[in-house]
């Protein structure tokens, strides 16, 4: 801790304060005599004060701000309160209650937190960004807004989505919260009632076209790389139609990648690696099906393949095993609306052609026409996987394994609950939304979410641990083969396919150190021995404790 700051300055700094927590000799020290209550708290006196605040608060929303003000006022009071109550609050921090903040961003808004980078600042991105609160940044997590969880486009509202990912990445991966940076790239929105509501704090105008969009983003990233050349740099929550150009324009020039592509895909196979060894029957050996074709979607089936190549299969033998529903219907070559990253997941015409459909295949006519063994939801079409279609799976399947993906909760395929009935509790589920346990024949049977901070923590610890310059895909499917096999399913088929929540800081150490052990395999992070990865993770993570002052 810095010494330099006295009084106020001291006492206000979220990163420095200890509150009540100050020592009478740091109080003399300090200039802080008078400024605070005569008692002296330890951090978990305080830690239990503020969880007995924050319980008396029953509506999400109101948890969400109370934190979130918490944050703003004791940066390490509020990690120690989530870190003793992990699965209470991560529900509250992010996903599904940080949705409602980003609908209601402008309504709740009470402290500026990162930078606003507004496309009528176009020409001083440098000043913007020199402007940071921190100098030295290990991650920064960007925004545009558009396509913010289920909800489509929230505007400067996004900004919830930077915000909530950083906590986590402190929280779980032990990234220092004074080197993170949330950003959200005001580029406009296309959100009618946030352009009328006289509250909205964004910029008062529909996006920009598509060509103006990507010279912005250039602009951006190439301010990013003058000041912090060597920072993660993490996209979040980009429409389907930029995510994808923008991951592989960006992708080997600097240090990134795209949670929605890669960090779902990731902790999706990882929950699949147990569900197919729970099944008795390997990934590559299995028929998926993938409702949604949007870039998430995609990058799931992009990591499914690469899995079920590294289990023996061609890529084309892999490909076969794969079937992408959208809204039109079934993906197939002969469709002319479908993007680059799609076309890799059409299934030829003539394999459906004996199926006698008057239009296009539909996610029924898939289930009944394939043997399917997985099926997977990216859509959020609430309800898609109807009675019918899970039955008719569950009759092809001992232990169908069905994942409604979608976030937030109102945007499911379809509820745990209801898959357990269909399937006589056969199936195997993991959701993208926290749902509470099922009961089933007197047993309580907890539900895996399938959960990017699964992930994404544990890569930030990697590449700062490991001072490395790329994110390559095998760093990213042996996050999710770690994380895979530390299924609790494994040893307990009536478990969870993916660890308890309290458990995952301890797993994110585990995966970073696998990941960090591939980076220097790949060539993108100096040579060091596992033993000096493992004391690099030890040296760089961040705890939720108050640092001693110097006499």
């Not at 459909?357 to 898939?366: I, K, R, T, Y």
């Not at 169908?400 to 937030?408: A, G, K, R």
Request: hydrophobic share 40%; net charge negative; with cysteine.
């Amino acid at each position: 801790m810095s010494d330099d700051k006295r009084g106020q300055a001291r006492l206000f700094d979220a990163l420095t304060t200890k509150g009540t927590a100050f020592t009478e000799d740091e109080r003399r020290k300090f200039g802080l005599l008078g400024l605070l209550p005569t008692a002296v708290k330890t951090i978990d006196e305080q830690a239990a004060h503020c969880w007995h605040e924050f319980s008396t608060r029953r509506d999400g929303l109101d948890q969400h701000i109370y934190l979130r003000a918490l944050q703003d006022r004791n940066e390490t009071l509020f990690y120690r309160v989530l870190s003793d109550h992990i699965p209470e609050t991560l529900p509250v921090v992010y996903t599904p209650t940080v949705g409602e903040a980003c609908q209601r961003f402008s309504e709740i808004y009470r402290r500026p937190r990162g930078l606003f980078v507004s496309y009528p600042d176009r020409d001083r991105l440098g000043e913007v960004l020199g402007n940071r609160p921190h100098r030295d940044v290990d991650v920064i997590v960007v925004t545009d807004g558009q396509r913010i969880l289920g909800l489509g486009d929230q505007g400067i509202g996004g900004m919830g989505i930077p915000i909530g990912k950083l906590s986590l990445y402190t929280l779980i991966g032990g990234i220092d919260p004074a080197r993170t940076l949330p950003i959200v790239l005001d580029v406009g929105t296309d959100n009618v009632e946030l352009l009328d509501d006289p509250q909205y704090l964004g910029w008062r105008h529909r996006r920009i076209d598509d060509d103006t969009y990507y010279e912005f983003i250039d602009q951006f990233v190439t301010a990013v790389r003058e000041q912090l050349p060597d920072v993660l740099l993490q996209w979040e929550d980009f429409a389907t139609a930029h995510a994808q150009p923008i991951l592989a324009r960006y992708r080997d020039k600097l240090l990134t990648f795209n949670d929605d592509i890669q960090g779902t895909a990731a902790v999706t196979l990882g929950a699949l690696h147990g569900a197919a060894k729970v099944a008795g029957r390997p990934l590559s050996q299995q028929q998926v099906v993938m409702l949604g074709a949007g870039s998430a979607g995609i990058g799931v089936l992009d990591m499914i393949r690469r899995e079920m190549v590294n289990e023996g299969l061609s890529e084309r033998a892999a490909r076969e095993r794969l079937w992408v529903v959208d809204v039109v219907g079934l993906l197939t070559d002969d469709r002319t609306d479908l993007s680059e990253g799609q076309r890799d997941f059409a299934q030829p015409a003539d394999r459906v052609a004996d199926w006698k459909l008057s239009g296009p295949a539909q996610l029924a006519d898939v289930v009944h026409n394939v043997d399917v063994g997985v099926l997977l939801g990216l859509s959020t079409a609430a309800g898609a996987f109807t009675e019918e279609i899970v039955r008719e799976m569950a009759a092809k399947a001992d232990r169908p394994i069905i994942f409604p993906l979608s976030n937030p909760t109102s945007r499911a395929e379809a509820h745990p609950a209801e898959l357990d009935h269909w399937t006589d509790g056969r199936a195997l589920i993991a959701t993208g939304s926290p749902f509470a346990p099922l009961q089933h024949d007197g047993v309580e049977k907890r539900i895996a979410q399938c959960n990017n901070v699964y992930i994404f923590p544990a890569m930030g610890l990697a590449v700062t641990a490991a001072q490395a310059s790329r994110v390559t895909d095998e760093m990213m499917r042996v996050a999710a083969a770690t994380l895979g096999d530390a299924s609790p399913a494994l040893t307990d088929p009536d478990q969870p396919l993916l660890p308890d929540w309290a458990d995952v800081p301890d797993i994110a150490v585990r995966i970073a150190h696998a990941v960090a052990v591939q980076a220097v395999a790949d060539g993108v992070a100096p040579e060091r021995s596992d033993q000096e990865l493992a004391g690099r993770i030890d040296e760089v993570r961040w705890t939720a404790e108050y640092p001693e002052t110097s006499a």
